[in-house]
Each structure stands twice: as structure tokens, then as C-alpha cells.
């Protein structure tokens, strides 16, 4: 069965500092990749997915993310952090192809001091 | 364009009271979604529907049941409602596997 793990619960940056989100996946294949922002009593938006090719992808709001298969990874990564991206982010996995199920990780929540 | 609808988004039930989340999407997807989100759990799949008239259980589908009657439409039932079963809510329609997430719906159950 497929997973996801995002090892960091909590993370605190200072606005203009570069931001690293990470995420780890197991799954037998080559999965189809997603990261999923959540501001406070919101609904999830897709910020960026990774289906096949350039495995580095570029995303809304200036955020890229990088698939590394070797190390099954799928991090999150933005130069600069602004206040307005405090949020929980969630990074997600769904097999390639057939019925599209999608497993999500537990999150990691962004919180930006100035 | 409004997405993803969620009805009500706000609901406090007593045990063993039932009720029913709405959840309608204006986009024509096939695929549809029921979520409940908890603290430290992320989002887990409870029921889902791959078209009209078809559903499916997810991970965490004890105590609930769906309908996909339309295919605009994805109801959530609730026939008993248990203290554990207060949650955030989110239904998701997806194509080509992006999901679109309605605004969510909190239920506390006392």
C-alpha cells in the first residue's frame, strides 16, 4: 500500500528565509505526486504535482518541489518566505494511472515570525 | 465557477442523532470524495465514487454511508452519530488525478 511521510509536525521560518518541506513516499512504482496547501478554515489547493518528466516542477505562489526517486522523496522549497504563506502543507500520492486514489500525509504546519 | 460546495458548514449533533453532508460540484468529474481531517491524522479517505450511482469505501468507512445519485451530487450520512465522529469534513471532486476540495464542514458531536 502506498504512504506518505512528512517528518516535520511544525516548522517556523522568518519571513524572507528559504523554506524546505519534506516528504517522503513508498509505493512499488513511479507515483503521481502532489503538495496541497491549507490556510486556516480552508479547503486544500493544489499547489504543484509531479506525473512524469522534469523532476523539478515549479508550482503556484513561487513554490518547487523536486522528486528525487532514489531517495523517494518529493520536498517542498521556496527562496523566500512571505508572511502570507503560513499554512499547513500536505504532500500527497496516487498511483499512476487507474482509479485515482490519493493518500495524504499528516501535514506540516508552516508558521512565519517577521 | 463555485468548485466544490459543502452543506452546512457547520453542524453540532447529539449521540445517536443522524444527519447528511452535502457536497456538490459544478465541474462534471467523474470522481468524488468524502475526507474527514483530524488533528495530527491528515486527511483520511472515508467513502468515495468513481460515477454516477457507484461508491466505494475508503480507510475509515465505519459509520457512515454515501449515495452518488447525480452526478453533480455525493451525499455523506451520518445514521448514529458518535462523539468520534467529530471531525472536519472535506469533499473533493477530481479529474486526471487533481483533487477540489470544498471549504469543509465541522461537525461536533456531543
Known amino acids: 500500500a502506498q504512504s506518505v511521510t512528512q517528518p516535520d509536525i511544525h516548522i517556523t521560518v522568518s519571513e524572507g528565509a528559504s523554506l524546505e518541506l519534506r516528504c517522503n513516499y513508498s509505493y512499488g512504482a513511479t507515483p503521481y505526486l502532489f503538495w496541497y496547501v491549507q490556510s486556516p478554515g480552508q479547503g486544500l489547493q493544489l499547489l504543484l504535482k509531479y506525473f512524469s518528466g522534469d523532476t523539478l516542477v515549479q508550482g503556484i505562489k513561487g513554490f518547487e518541489a523536486e522528486f528525487k526517486r532514489s531517495q523517494s522523496s518529493f520536498n517542498l522549497r521556496k527562496p523566500s518566505v512571505h508572511w502570507s504563506d503560513a499554512a499547513e502543507y500536505f504532500c500527497a500520492v496516487a498511483p499512476s494511472g487507474g482509479y485515482q486514489k490519493v493518500t495524504f500525509g499528516t501535514g506540516t504546519k508552516l508558521q512565519v515570525i517577521p | 465557477n463555485a468548485g466544490v460546495t459543502q452543506t452546512p458548514k457547520f453542524r453540532v449533533l447529539k449521540t445517536g442523532q443522524s444527519m447528511t453532508l452535502l457536497c456538490a460540484q459544478d465541474?462534471?468529474?467523474?470522481?468524488m470524495y468524502w475526507y474527514r481531517q483530524d488533528p495530527g491524522m491528515g486527511l483520511r479517505l472515508i467513502h468515495y465514487?468513481?460515477?454516477?450511482?457507484?461508491?466505494a469505501k475508503g480507510e475509515v468507512p465505519d459509520g457512515y454511508n454515501v449515495s452518488r445519485l447525480k452526478k453533480q451530487n455525493f451525499l455523506l450520512g451520518l445514521e448514529s452519530a458518535a462523539p468520534s465522529q467529530t471531525s472536519v469534513y472535506f469533499c473533493a471532486s477530481s479529474y486526471l488525478n487533481v483533487l477540489t476540495f470544498g471549504a469543509g464542514s465541522r461537525l461536533t458531536v456531543l
Open positions: 465541474m462534471n468529474h467523474e470522481y
Open positions: 465514487s468513481v460515477g454516477e450511482g457507484t461508491t
